[in-house]
């Protein structure tokens, strides 16, 4: 059964409540620390040390011979003394483990000045969330437990990062363009995105005030250190996510899910510029309910589009924004325009 991270989030809590983990001195500092980074709300940046460190203690375990399923499982409270070959894996275990799992391979991206966001990044052997992918024989458990691989390489999460911090500077400078409306080359921006053949000057005015208050919820959720990128692991293995770069699913939780076409090369943007304007749409379905009237490559001139439509259109604010901070050349722009 799919279900989102908030869910499952839900359920790290609950493994990181549990009286049952580990007595053991340092693994019960660590388990403060993780209860005081798992916020109801979501991941505390001021505790994001304690991901590092529960990384490190795991490697300094394992140079000593306990690879990282006996270490969890330690941390877990079990210490499989007596254990038989069909052990199983209870609910009530998966949930402890599935909290400490989740949190060893939990990083907080690139973090300078205002920028604070997370990265999710199971193993790819996981096709549900760890309290459910753990349950069952404890030797797939174990299995699952000990690897050590990451959904998203040290490269990719550098990406997800930068793009993050590329798209916090395009919705700034959108900003500029949109709360000084009346400046030529401003006016001429806003329009060229959001106003058709139809349009009064009045209309673009109004335009860019309403761009503005909504650039500003994104500017907020960039920096609030809440933001979290994972892919959706309980639909692996499926083709639910087939072709899709990235996606919104109304989680309470402040989630964007990315899947394997965000790296792809299958767009007029290319790299750093094309993961930011993901990035940047997403949010705006998070944050401001847009729509997905038209992409890019299937025409948002606001004249095929419609004004109205426009100002409801993901693609048309992520355009936008990456127009304002020059990240367009105009043979780019032209095209877009064309289309």
């Not at 690897?147 to 900003?175: C, I, P, Y």
């Amino acid at each position: 059964m799919t279900s989102r991270f908030s869910e499952a989030y839900v359920e790290v809590l609950a493994g990181l409540a549990s009286k049952k983990l580990s007595s053991d001195k340092t693994w019960q500092t660590l388990i403060t620390r993780a209860r005081k980074l798992a916020g109801q709300h979501g991941f505390e940046v001021s505790e994001a040390s304690l991901v590092e460190d529960l990384r490190k203690y795991l490697e300094k375990a394992e140079a000593k011979g306990a690879n990282e399923a006996v270490s969890l499982l330690a941390g877990a409270g079990e210490e499989l003394s007596g254990t038989g070959a069909g052990a199983m894996v209870c609910d009530d275990l998966a949930r402890r483990l599935g909290a400490l799992k989740t949190l060893r391979h939990t990083y907080l991206l690139k973090r300078f000045g205002s920028h604070k966001v997370w990265c999710l990044s199971l193993p790819p052997s996981f096709t549900d969330w760890p309290h459910e992918a753990l349950k069952g024989g404890l030797g797939g458990a174990t299995a699952k437990l000990a690897d050590k691989g990451d959904r998203f390489t040290l490269e990719q999460r550098k990406h997800l990062g930068n793009a993050s911090q590329e798209g916090l500077k395009w919705v700034h400078k959108a900003m500029s363009v949109s709360s000084s409306p009346k400046k030529k080359a401003n006016f001429e921006l806003v329009a060229r995105w959001f106003a058709d053949r139809n349009s009064k000057d009045a209309d673009v005015l109004a335009v860019a005030e309403k761009l503005n208050a909504g650039l500003k919820k994104l500017s907020s959720k960039l920096k609030s250190g809440r933001l979290i990128y994972t892919d959706s692991v309980s639909e692996r293995g499926t083709t639910a996510n087939q072709s899709t770069e990235a996606f919104v699913w109304g989680d309470p939780l402040d989630v964007v899910y990315i899947e394997e076409e965000f790296f792809g090369s299958r767009n007029t943007l290319t790299g750093l510029t094309n993961w930011a304007r993901i990035v940047v749409h997403e949010l705006t379905h998070r944050e401001l309910k847009t729509e997905d009237h038209a992409y890019e490559h299937q025409g948002i001139n606001p004249n095929k589009l419609t004004a109205a439509k426009a100002v409801e259109n993901a693609d048309s604010w992520a355009w936008f924004c990456a127009d304002c901070a020059g990240a367009l050349t105009e043979g780019v722009i032209k095209n877009a325009m064309d289309r």
